[in-house]
Structure formats: C-alpha cells, structure tokens
Nanobody, 124 residues
Framework: VQLQAYGGGLVQAGGSLRLSCAASGRPFSSSAMGWFRQAPGKEREFVAGLSWNGRSSYYVDSVKGRFTISRDNAKNTVHLHMNSLKLEDTAVYYC??????????????????WGQGTQVTVSS
C-alpha cells in the first residue's frame, strides 16, 4: 500500500498550486482522505479532509476559501487545490488515508497510510 504525493514546488505569494496524491495497492474509496502539512520547527498540522464519498469536507481556518480538496475514487487519487498562497503556507505537505470512512478525522493518529510528503515553498 502506497500513497504518492506530488505537485509541490516554489511559487510566489498569491500564486496557485495543485497537489495530487495517488494511491496504489488497495482502493481508498471507503476511507476519508486528508492533507496535512509540517513547517520547520512546528508540529504536523491538519489542513483539509474529505469524506469517503466526497460530499463532506473540512478545512483548517487558515486555508478556508483558498484551498479545495477533491477526490476521484475511480482513479484512487485526491487533490489539494491551493490558491492565494501565503508565505505561511510554506511546509511539507502530506496526504493520508484514514483508518475508516467515518467522518473526517483531524488527528494524525486516525490516519493509517501516509504519503512521503511534497515541499511547498511560497516566496515573497
């Protein structure tokens, strides 16, 4: 079972990026999916989550209105569309698959599978 996150890079403040996460080894259509991030010297932070059927989502306040999480269960992928990026969005971003399909967990301990992380750097 593997999650592969990609799409990070260097972008100027105000710009956009789309992160993607491809899952292999088993289908994740019955699992909630989430994106986390970790900046240097800080703890890993929940960013956005999406229910197993894509009908419910949850965002941390700092990204509401700027980030959108989506998924394509047929392709076993999940995306994080990031707009109006700010300097404080700089971090390594991780995708994760929850242990179950119940709700949208915000704690890392409720996620079983993790991608390797992709670096997002926002410059001024």
């Amino acid at each position: 079972v593997q999650l592969q996150a990609y799409g990070g890079g260097l972008v100027q403040a105000g710009g956009s990026l789309r992160l993607s996460c491809a899952a292999s080894g088993r289908p994740f259509s019955s699992s909630a999916m989430g994106w986390f991030r970790q900046a240097p010297g800080k703890e890993r932070e929940f960013v956005a989550g999406l229910s197993w059927n894509g009908r419910s989502s949850y965002y941390v306040d700092s990204v509401k209105g700027r980030f959108t999480i989506s998924r394509d269960n047929a392709k076993n992928t999940v995306h994080l569309h990031m707009n109006s990026l700010k300097l404080e969005d700089t971090a390594v971003y991780y995708c994760a698959a929850a242990t179950s399909g119940v709700g949208i967990p915000r704690e890392p301990t409720w996620y079983t599978y993790w991608g390797q992380g992709t670096q997002v750097t926002v410059s001024s």
